[in-house]
């Protein structure tokens, strides 16, 4: 039998604090939430001061459509991509966090559903990948506040929804089955309609290197964006 439900054997960070913990822990870890929260939260309501404000000076972040792109670029694609008539919205779920007991890297994981609305062949559709937002923060000496070093995505699964049931689209099922499942449809309709190339690999869901169909490569981005939290929690200098 395929095993679709261990992670790496090892990967867990075995020293850092989850859950319950010292007060003082719960504490930051909240900080943390309220920070990881405001990426989707601030960038849909283009409060762009407030999105800077989470970040490191020196801060990356990937996304289907970027890439690798600092976070002032990103920010920027973000603006311009808005003037262009990309309407990409999020919705938060749960938040779990590991922190390090010295108090000053930590990684944060935040389930998420990012949603994009498109206009395919006449039809408003809307692509919908349940995903995670993975922050790797690091406590600045400086100022003793949190800012985010690097922000990666897992996308687990998508789909696509019709605005109005009886306008749906017709796909190209040839072109379609190129991209992995966790990202199929939004990647698909961004290709479409924004003229842009999506990048192939993006960390999945572990089962996408276990089932048929699924894309091999994306499932070992997952397992080792696990290592790369490990690294990062115990002090490594990590190139996410």
């Not at 689209?169 to 379609?176: G, K, Q």
Request: proline share 5%.
């Amino acid at each position: 039998m395929v095993d679709l439900h261990s992670l790496p054997s090892g990967s867990r960070p075995e020293k850092a604090v989850r859950n319950n913990g010292p007060e003082d822990l719960v504490l930051e870890r909240y900080k943390l939430r309220e920070l990881a929260e405001g990426w989707p939260l601030y960038r849909d309501a283009c409060e762009w001061e407030n999105l800077k404000s989470i970040f490191h000076p020196d801060a990356y972040v990937y996304t289907t459509w970027t890439g690798r792109t600092h976070y002032l670029d990103f920010i920027a694609a973000s603006q311009a991509g808005m003037d262009k008539g990309a309407f990409i919205m999020h919705r938060c779920h749960g938040i779990s966090t590991d922190i390090n007991r010295e108090v000053t890297r930590a990684v944060t994981k935040m389930k998420a559903t990012i949603t994009q609305r498109f206009t395919i062949d006449g039809c408003d559709v809307d692509a919908e990948s349940d995903c995670r937002f993975c922050f790797f923060w690091v406590k600045v000496p400086e100022s003793g506040e949190w800012r985010a070093k690097y922000v990666r995505h897992w996308y687990e699964k998508d789909k696509l929804i019709p605005v109005n049931p009886a306008k749906v689209p017709i796909l190209d099922e040839t072109s379609l089955n190129q991209y992995p499942t966790g990202y199929r449809y939004l990647a698909y309709c961004q290709e479409k309609t924004m003229g842009i190339k999506v990048l192939l690999d993006m960390p999945g869901h572990r089962r996408e290197n276990r089932v048929e169909g699924g894309s091999k490569t994306c499932g070992e981005k997952h397992d080792l964006l696990y290592w790369q939290c490990k690294a990062w929690l115990e002090g490594s200098d990590v190139e996410i």
